[in-house]
């Protein structure tokens, strides 16, 4: 597959861009399009970039029926010497073909999809945004094509990676978000398809957050689908708690999903020396370090969401404001370093970015 060679057909019109300074989340999309499919007798084949368009498939097609899909989530940025950069995109490949093994999808070249990638983002280049708190989001993703109504897997697929020049992902930017946490609903278990990007996760989901939604919450925290007791994600992104000076993550435990953004922020304050540990910490332990005045900072980490600070949480009845609704000093250190390694105005001691 690595020598194939990917067919372009430039469009011909192009879009109006949007203003950089109105961008929301996802709404938007570039003039071209990657796809490629998948069969038995072919493998991956057909690799091209086309101009971005609706597609058409069967009613019959598998995609509509039992949720055998996965995706990706990484972002392109522009630096003010207009180099094309992209986050660790091996790291999103690595994690597509483990949603594909659980997911019963083909593999996928994770080599030759970065570069097709690449080929996709130079063409698309000016659509990058650059105003503070934009970039461009890539969102790879998988569907069954196969016409069926059996529950098996498909025995064909098609892989398209669209582009969405982006602002941020919660409509409070980049100030502290509100947090329900989950008492009720599960979002996954141990042996399910939590660690997956699959849809149905996602789906699962969409429930609580509408009563969240309801209660003026933005997003819920899951906690474990068996004890409901210890803190698994928000859905949207991992999260992280900041104690009595140590910062805490739950442990990835086949129910998480584990973040590119999560790991890097691992590899960050460890490479600060801040103490840090990646385990199991309950809701309960939460709250009583909140009681105990030792709960400093809260916030989420993911593609979309960057880091996202914590302001509030509501837990059973009780309300939890952390750093009085505050970002606080950690998050803005963190995100000012990831942002500035992503966008090229801060050294990248890691090599975590690659040049497209
Ligand atoms: C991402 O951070 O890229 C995600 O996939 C979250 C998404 C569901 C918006």
Redesign the pocket.
């Given at each position: 597959m690595t020598k194939t060679k990917i067919d372009v057909t430039l469009s011909a019109t192009r879009k109006e861009k949007p203003k950089s300074d109105q961008l929301e989340f996802g709404r938007v999309f570039t003039d071209h399009m990657f796809v490629m499919d998948y069969s038995p007798a072919k493998g991956w084949h057909d690799p091209k970039i086309v101009p971005y368009e609706p597609i058409t498939l069967s009613p019959a097609s598998m995609v509509f029926h039992y949720g055998q899909t996965v995706?990706e989530?990484l972002k392109a940025y522009r630096t003010k010497e207009d180099k094309v950069l992209l986050f660790r995109p091996e790291k999103n490949m690595e994690r597509l073909n483990l949603s594909n093994d659980r997911l019963c999808i083909p593999r996928i070249d994770g080599e030759f999809v970065i570069e097709a990638l690449k080929q996709l983002v130079s063409i698309e280049k000016d659509w990058i945004p650059t105003a503070e708190g934009t970039s461009l989001y890539i969102r790879p993703f998988i569907i069954p094509t196969e016409y069926y109504l059996g529950v098996a897997p498909s025995k064909f697929y098609r892989f398209m990676i669209i582009l969405s020049p982006v602002g941020s992902?919660y409509k409070e930017g980049i100030h502290p978000v509100k947090i329900y946490v989950e008492n009720h609903y599960v979002r996954a278990v141990e042996g399910g398809t939590g660690k997956a990007?699959t849809g149905g996760n996602?789906a699962s989901s969409l429930r609580a957050q509408e009563e969240a939604a309801q209660k003026g919450y933005s997003q819920v925290l899951w906690l474990d689908g068996v004890e409901k007791k210890y803190i698994e994600e928000v859905g949207?992104?991992n999260i992280f708690f900041k104690i009595n000076g140590e910062v805490v993550t739950p442990e990835v435990n086949g129910s998480i999903l584990e973040g590119v953004t999560r790991k890097s922020i691992l590899e960050l304050l460890k490479s600060w020396e801040t103490p840090v540990s990646e385990r199991k910490i309950s809701m309960e332990e939460v709250y009583q370090a909140y009681k105990d005045g030792q709960l400093e900072e809260a916030f989420g980490t993911?593609?979309?969401?960057v880091i996202s600070p914590i302001g509030e949480f509501l837990y059973d009845d009780n309300k939890i404001v952390i750093n009085n609704g505050e970002t606080g000093e950690l998050s803005k250190k963190l995100y000012d370093t990831l942002t500035g390694i992503q966008k090229g105005t801060k050294q990248d001691p890691f090599n975590w970015v690659t040049e497209v």
């Open positions: 995706f989530g992902y990007k996602y949207s992104m993911g593609t979309a969401a």
